[in-house]
């Protein structure tokens, strides 16, 4: 593998004198795109031993090569036509991947066994893990790396990351809930069995405190096995006082505690968040 990711390198650096008509180049990048899309690589992973985001380089330089070597075609798909330069994904069915009418995947992204798509959108180097569900207006991203059992409510946006080269996608750990409009963007994480409670914005730029305690725990992390919610807080500039957002923890769960419906309902009502 390394000496794919070696030639992709090569290939980034003479990247402005490619096009559509460079076949060795286009068979290089297809076949790294290929294994994005059958789960073989993904762009980004958590190191077990630090909980750092290691952020593969060369596949985020694969997929941005992908769309100077190809033309835009039109694709045909029953009464509706598509001009696109990518194609979309196929081989559901094998996969164990259930896909209801109205969504779609495109090529590069990878879909685990038991995923399943109401009307939704998987864009190229997502990773989306066994057991999710992406549902009825959900977006996830370019790069976006989703964890297993995962539910991604309706309407979620989670942001695609392919420039600059070396930003880090959006990180979702495996159990977590991500809450009706929620907006999870460049970069920001949230850990292993969270729950997000519906309209949470969550990015870098975003504290997120404590609410026991008053402590900013981080910017655009969200910790494992908690519940989450938007609020704001005051904020004195010169022009005035102002209420910034942050993002509130408001109850711990146990590790590996699995969501009632009725009691997160309930704790999200007794902080007047909507359910």
């Not at 509706?80 to 209801?100: H, T, Y």
């Not at 969550?202 to 989450?228: F, K, M, Q």
Request: proline letters at 5%; a negative charge; hydrophobic letters at 45%.
């Amino acid at each position: 593998m390394a000496d794919v990711a070696a030639r992709i390198d090569e290939l980034w650096d003479r990247r402005d004198g490619l096009g559509p008509d460079d076949r060795d180049a286009a068979a290089v990048v297809d076949g790294v795109i290929d294994q994005l899309d059958c789960g073989e690589l993904a762009v980004a992973e958590v190191d077990g031993g630090t909980g750092e985001v290691v952020v593969h380089e060369w596949l985020k330089r694969a997929i941005l090569l992908l769309f100077r070597l190809r033309r835009i075609e039109t694709a045909e798909v029953g009464p509706f036509e598509f001009a696109d330069k990518l194609p979309l994904k196929r081989g559901f069915a094998a996969a164990g991947v259930r896909v209801v009418p109205g969504a779609s995947a495109r090529w590069g992204s990878y879909l685990g066994r038991g995923v399943v798509l109401m009307p939704s959108y998987v864009n190229i180097g997502a990773r989306v893990g066994d057991g999710t569900m992406v549902d009825t207006w959900a977006t996830v991203g370019s790069c976006a790396q989703i964890g297993a059992r995962v539910h991604l409510s309706g309407g979620v946006g989670i942001g695609g990351v392919l420039e600059p080269p070396n930003a880090v996608p959006v990180v979702v750990g495996d159990d977590a809930l991500i809450g009706s409009r929620c907006m999870v963007t460049e970069g920001a994480r949230v850990g292993a069995g969270a729950v997000l409670g519906a309209g949470t914005i969550l990015n870098p730029s975003i504290p997120v405190i404590d609410g026991e305690t008053g402590e900013e725990l981080s910017r655009g992390v969200v910790p494992p096995w908690c519940v989450a919610v938007s609020a704001s807080r005051r904020k004195e500039l010169p022009g005035g006082e102002f209420f910034l957002p942050c993002v509130l923890v408001i109850r711990r769960l146990a590790e590996g505690e699995r969501h009632d419906k009725a009691q997160l309902e309930q704790a999200l009502r007794d902080h007047g968040v909507a359910t």
